[in-house]
């Protein structure tokens, strides 16, 4: 096959030959894209302007929400446009930057996640401490630190990808999705990026690990809570995030840890919307069901919405006249 390193353009998989089909798959994926779109956004607004809010969690949650509205942003609107314009290209630039993008805000998403359960840790296990260890300064840091995380980590996997040569133009996925990328390598310098995904993983592994031995330490101090109520309360802010860090990991083995020699086109598209598009829809979702004080804020959103309307409707409150 030719060498084709100097391609302008990689080309997408189609959903489906059939016109009309692929009118579905757009409102399909705008409808899960506006409903992660509200989902988030409504995170963020609630924890921006509810100042009950203005704590440590919180903080880190209004953080997740802005790097799971820009994860769910990297690959869903190019796959909505090719299906409604009957398309499958992509740019080599675009491709590069979804690589790019993606993975930097993957990354920063599960060290986010990561810190969340030191969070927790400290308000559970240690709450008299809490205030001194968890300050605005310290959360900013760790905060700042994991965007700089995920920054290294995208740029890792970028180079890693593009630095091989293609034989091909053709990625089996409806965006670019690293390992198909690798699949149209005419080289072995794919093992370099392969050698970058195993390094990551390991990392990855080591902060699932320190998640879950947070967590033991955790459940143990709650265990030893006297009262019923105070139990729940305690894991009440824990669920949440365990359930959130437990479906991007296992979404994530899904895509990337199964063996993919006999995995047909539909099973990698299955597989890709599992860890791409299913953590940032659900998120918002999972946060908010079992939180009392998130719900609050939006109902107070609500509120000021309804407030907003009636405003609108008498001219003369805005003019100042009656």
């Known amino acids: 096959m030719p060498n084709l390193t100097t391609t302008s353009e990689f080309l997408l998989m189609e959903f489906s030959d059939i016109r009309e089909l692929q009118i579905l798959h757009f409102f399909l994926f705008l409808t899960v894209y506006l409903m992660a779109v509200t989902g988030n956004l409504l995170i963020i607004v609630a924890v921006a302007l509810d100042h009950r809010l203005h ?128 699949k149209l390598s005419c080289s072995d310098m794919y093992l370099v990026e392969v050698g970058i995904i195993l390094f990551l993983s390991f990392l990855a592994l080591g902060c699932f690990i320190f998640i879950i031995v947070t967590y033991m330490q955790i459940f143990g101090t709650v265990l030893r809570i006297p009262s019923v109520q105070g139990q729940k309360k305690a894991l009440s802010t824990c669920l949440p995030h365990l359930t959130v860090v437990s479906l991007l990991v296992f979404t994530g083995i899904f895509a990337y840890v199964r063996p993919r020699s006999n995995t047909s086109s539909e099973l990698n598209v299955l597989f890709a919307i599992m860890y791409a598009v299913l953590p940032p829809l659900f998120n918002p979702f999972i946060y908010s069901m079992r939180n009392k004080e998130v719900k609050t804020a939006f109902l107070k959103l609500s509120n000021l919405g309804h407030f907003s309307k009636f405003l609108a409707s008498k001219p003369f409150l805005k003019n100042g006249v009656e």
């Open 55 to 182: 704590t440590p969690m919180y903080f880190f949650l209004l953080n997740l929400a802005i790097l799971d509205l820009g994860s769910i942003s990297v690959t869903v609107p190019k796959a909505m446009a090719n299906s409604l314009m009957n398309s499958r290209s992509i740019s080599y630039s675009a491709c590069v930057a979804q690589v790019f993008f993606f993975f930097f805000l993957e990354g920063s998403d599960f060290a986010i996640l990561t810190i969340m359960a030191h969070d927790r840790y400290v308000a559970i296990c240690n709450p008299l401490q809490y205030e001194t260890i968890m300050h605005r300064g310290a959360c900013i840091q760790m905060a700042v630190s994991a965007w700089i995380t995920g920054i290294l980590i995208g740029a890792l996997h970028t180079g890693g990808t593009f630095a091989i040569s293609f034989c091909s133009n053709v990625v089996n996925q409806f965006f670019c999705e690293v390992p198909q990328i690798l």
